[in-house]
């Protein structure tokens, strides 16, 4: 098997990430001069070094954290062989489709091409001018033949539902598109895998399942949606919630039902509860936040197996997102509490004062 | 270049099993001289020292496989987890060699 030598370098790649000392710190800073000089003590210094010449201030961070977490995942691609390939790949393809949900979702709200850039993760399957390019279209329609003309096989689900986004002008409709498509091919590659490294990362995937399916199953209620296209874009593969169930919350009444409908489960239990009057955003705010807590956490036991690059992949994730938020803070001078607001928190990871906060 | 020498480490602790299973075959030819007609305590003797060997040489293998992979990947990391990987691939060898005292015992 190839674990013990993937792991073995994943163990000292952990190890290099920024431990929450180091986020205490950079929270303190003044100004993001003083971040850039306090980066440079890091393993980010390379990364600054390199950008220096060509970019200042915050288009200097961003260039180096975008290579920096680029060049450790291109590490991690070229040091999983046989086995842990088709493994790491779906791991790294999940933010191949949040940059492509990103972009569609930039031209569905009509924002800003540079705006929607600021959004997207660094990522290594696709390369960064895949995305650049996505980004000179003049609409989802061009977005879509971009795809075809590339031969990106994100085309088949995206062609297939924009006949339906444009009757009814529904983000969701594309969202849920690439979604499936995105679940039910990594499900076969699982299947075709087929050993407990396979059962792991779909287990994985069938978490991120789940949560997609709340948030969705929220929306429909509190929007009142009553057609029968609702139940359309629930996802299959769900890890402990059957689609009968997302089926059952999707038909609740009002969110107080919804709500109760929940609570017997483990996602209601390990978010401390919710109150009926949550909304949306603060709900999929703490489903996250049960994510990020769950994928970044640890198991020693499991020192030989897939669980260890999934958790690189992931806190690499929270600490290039943390990086952002806290050099874009400074940048724009935005007071501390604000900056401690967006962040992600992750307990063992960032500090463990503001994971009760 | 670090890689290349943890390498040729692992070459060398390969061609050292090589070298003790050799030595131990010719011991066992010589001894096993059986006289026609079957088995003698002499043969079975030989043939335990033979197992005996064979289990610490397997155990020797599955761990060396693990742990110079293991190594491999610390050593590409870090340079200087050299020493204490070598100690590491080396430390299962007491496994033949205590398979090789039960064999040498036996006969």
Same mark, same amino acid.
């Given at each position: 098997?190839?674990?013990?030598?993937?792991?073995?370098?994943?163990?000292?790649?952990?190890?290099?990430?920024?431990?929450?000392?180091?986020?205490?710190?950079?929270?303190?800073?003044?100004?993001?001069?003083?971040?850039?000089?306090?980066?440079?003590?890091?393993?980010?210094?390379?990364?600054?070094?390199?950008?220096?010449?060509?970019?200042?201030?915050?288009?200097?961070?961003?260039?180096?954290?975008?290579?920096?977490?680029?060049?450790?995942?291109?590490?991690?691609?070229?040091?999983?062989?046989?086995?842990?390939?088709?493994?790491?790949?779906?791991?790294?393809?999940?933010?191949?489709?949040?940059?492509?949900?990103?972009?569609?979702?930039?031209?569905?709200?009509?924002?800003?091409?540079?705006?929607?850039?600021?959004?997207?993760?660094?990522?290594?399957?696709?390369?960064?001018?895949?995305?650049?390019?996505?980004?000179?279209?003049?609409?989802?329609?061009?977005?879509?033949?971009?795809?075809?003309?590339?031969?990106?096989?994100?085309?088949?689900?995206?062609?297939?539902?924009?006949?339906?986004?444009?009757?009814?002008?529904?983000?969701?409709?594309?969202?849920?598109?690439?979604?499936?498509?995105?679940?039910?091919?990594?499900?076969?590659?699982?299947?075709?895998?087929?050993?407990?490294?396979?059962?792991?990362?779909?287990?994985?995937?069938?978490?991120?399942?789940?949560?997609?399916?709340?948030?969705?199953?929220?929306?429909?209620?509190?929007?009142?949606?009553?057609?029968?296209?609702?139940?359309?874009?629930?996802?299959?593969?769900?890890? +402990?919630?059957?689609?009968?169930?997302?089926?059952?919350?999707?038909?609740?009444?009002?969110?107080?039902?919804?709500?109760?409908?929940?609570?017997?489960?483990?996602?209601?239990? +390990?978010?401390?509860?919710?109150?009926?009057?949550?909304?949306?955003?603060?709900?999929?705010?703490?489903?996250?936040?049960?994510?990020?807590?769950?994928?970044? +956490?640890?198991?020693?036991?499991?020192?030989?197996?897939?669980?260890?690059?999934?958790?690189?992949?992931? +806190?690499?994730?929270?600490?290039?997102?943390?990086?952002?938020?806290?050099?874009?803070?400074?940048?724009?001078?935005?007071?501390?509490?604000?900056?401690?607001?967006?962040?992600?928190?992750?307990?063992?990871?960032?500090?463990?004062?503001?994971?009760?906060? | 270049?670090?890689?290349?020498?943890?390498?040729?480490?692992?070459?060398?602790?390969?061609?050292?099993?090589?070298?003790?299973?050799?030595?131990?075959?010719?011991?066992?030819?010589?001894?096993?001289?059986?006289?026609?007609?079957?088995?003698?305590?002499?043969?079975?003797?030989?043939?335990?020292?033979?197992?005996?060997?064979?289990?610490?040489?397997?155990?020797?293998?599955?761990?060396?496989?693990?742990?110079?992979?293991?190594?491999?990947?610390?050593?590409?990391?870090?340079?200087?987890?050299?020493?204490?990987?070598?100690?590491?691939?080396?430390?299962?060898?007491?496994?033949?060699?205590?398979?090789?005292?039960?064999?040498?015992?036996?006969?």
């Amino acid at each position: 098997m190839s674990y013990e030598y993937l792991n073995t370098r994943l163990h000292f790649m952990i190890v290099k990430l920024l431990k929450p000392a180091q986020y205490e710190q950079f929270l303190e800073l003044r100004d993001l001069g003083d971040l850039i000089s306090a980066l440079a003590e890091t393993d980010y210094g390379p990364d600054l070094e390199r950008h220096a010449v060509e970019h200042a201030e915050y288009p200097l961070v961003e260039a180096a954290l975008m290579h920096n977490v680029q060049r450790h995942f291109n590490k991690l691609w070229s040091m999983a062989f046989a086995d842990a390939r088709p493994l790491v790949r779906i791991l790294l393809e999940r933010f191949e489709v949040f940059n492509l949900k990103t972009i569609l979702r930039g031209f569905h709200a009509g924002t800003d091409p540079a705006e929607t850039a600021r959004g997207l993760f660094p990522t290594i399957l696709y390369p960064t001018s895949f995305y650049q390019e996505l980004l000179k279209r003049d609409g989802i329609g061009g977005v879509i033949d971009y795809l075809l003309t590339v031969g990106n096989r994100y085309y088949k689900p995206l062609a297939e539902s924009y006949p339906s986004y444009e009757a009814n002008h529904k983000l969701a409709v594309l969202e849920s598109a690439v979604d499936s498509y995105y679940f039910a091919g990594s499900r076969r590659v699982l299947q075709a895998v087929g050993d407990e490294n396979a059962v792991a990362v779909r287990r994985t995937l069938g978490t991120e399942v789940d949560l997609l399916n709340l948030v969705y199953a929220l929306r429909v209620v509190e929007e009142g949606v009553e057609s029968e296209e609702r139940y359309r874009y629930i996802l299959d593969g769900g890890e +402990r919630l059957s689609r009968a169930f997302i089926e059952e919350l999707i038909g609740s009444p009002d969110k107080a039902s919804f709500f109760r409908k929940l609570d017997g489960t483990e996602y209601a239990s +390990r978010a401390g509860g919710f109150e009926d009057t949550l909304g949306v955003g603060e709900f999929q705010e703490r489903l996250e936040n049960y994510l990020y807590q769950e994928m970044c +956490r640890y198991d020693p036991g499991r020192t030989f197996d897939i669980h260890m690059a999934s958790v690189y992949v992931w +806190r690499k994730y929270v600490e290039m997102t943390d990086l952002r938020v806290i050099a874009s803070g400074l940048w724009r001078r935005v007071p501390r509490e604000e900056i401690e607001r967006k962040m992600i928190w992750v307990k063992g990871v960032t500090p463990e004062r503001a994971v009760a906060a | 270049m670090s890689r290349k020498t943890a390498i040729q480490i692992a070459a060398a602790v390969v061609l050292f099993n090589v070298l003790l299973v050799g030595l131990a075959i010719r011991a066992w030819a010589q001894a096993a001289t059986a006289p026609a007609g079957g088995l003698t305590d002499a043969g079975l003797k030989t043939v335990g020292a033979g197992l005996a060997f064979l289990g610490g040489a397997i155990g020797t293998g599955v761990a060396q496989s693990r742990i110079i992979a293991a190594v491999l990947g610390a050593v590409a990391e870090d340079r200087s987890q050299l020493g204490f990987g070598i100690f590491l691939m080396a430390f299962p060898e007491t496994l033949v060699i205590l398979g090789f005292v039960m064999a040498f015992i036996l006969r």
